[in-house]
């Protein structure tokens, strides 16, 4: 069984404060995929990643996939109001088309 | 937009008395999935459709069930809820080809038993 740890579990920080929340695991995942999610509603898919190394940003994301794929960050740059929510990070397998391993987690509150 | 939609998004219900969520996506993917998801936790997976193929998670409850009409619709039955099935209930769909299998969600039902 895949597991995927992520943290912190909760952030509560001031605006423009920088973050960081890490998903890491023992396994190897094809792609990890990043989700915000605001009070109410689904899952909003943010990025995609999928090769060992990869850097993607989003405005004031930067996403990272390890060298080994197996472990991913989420970095936001002078975190606003608005960016507050529940982060949820998922690995895919190789082997299983579209079932995730979810992380547990990261409830981010930013404080005007 | 191509979207996933979730009807009803707020659902109350009685202790014991069935109810039916329902999917519909125009995303044309042949995956769909159904989580529930708890106070701010990672949605947990319920059960999957691979096309017509009906794909059941070891630890979900016989109480809930689904069925895939077609492509486009997906429902999620509850025969008999429970204080306990309160929740957010959300599908969610998937290509199976190419890779990566990004998965895609519906903004949920929220689900209230009385």
């Known amino acids: 069984t895949q597991l995927l740890e992520q943290s912190p579990q909760f952030l509560s920080i001031q605006e423009g404060e920088n973050l960081t929340v890490y998903c890491n695991s023992s396994s190897v995942f094809s792609s990890l995929q990043w989700y915000r999610q605001e009070p109410g509603e689904g899952p909003v898919l943010l990025v995609t990643v999928v090769t060992g190394g990869e850097v993607k940003k989003l405005k004031r994301l930067t996403f990272q996939f390890g060298d080994a794929r197996k472990d991913s960050s989420l970095h936001i740059t002078a975190a606003q109001p608005g960016d507050t929510g529940l982060y949820l990070c998922?690995?895919?397998?190789?082997?299983?088309?579209?079932?995730?391993?979810f992380g547990q987690g990261t409830i981010l509150t930013v404080h005007p | 937009d191509a979207m996933v939609i979730q009807n009803p998004r707020y659902q109350v219900t009685q202790f014991g008395k069935p109810v039916t969520l329902s999917c519909s996506q125009t995303?044309?993917?042949?995956?769909m999935y159904w989580y529930q998801q708890k106070s701010s936790q990672a949605p947990k997976l319920l059960f999957h459709?691979?096309?017509?193929?009906?794909?059941n998670e070891a630890d979900t409850p016989d109480n809930f069930q689904s069925r895939r009409p077609n492509t486009s619709f997906c429902f999620l039955d509850i025969r008999s809820p429970g204080l306990g099935d309160a929740a957010m209930y959300l599908c969610?769909?998937?290509?199976?080809?190419?890779?990566?299998?990004?998965?895609?969600f519906g903004p949920g039902t929220r689900l209230t038993v009385t």
């Open positions: 969610a769909t998937s290509r199976d080809y190419p890779k990566p299998y990004e998965q895609y």
């Open positions: 995303l044309n993917h042949n995956v």
């Open positions: 459709y691979y096309d017509k193929d009906f794909n």
């Open positions: 998922a690995g895919a397998s190789g082997t299983s088309y579209g079932k995730l391993t």
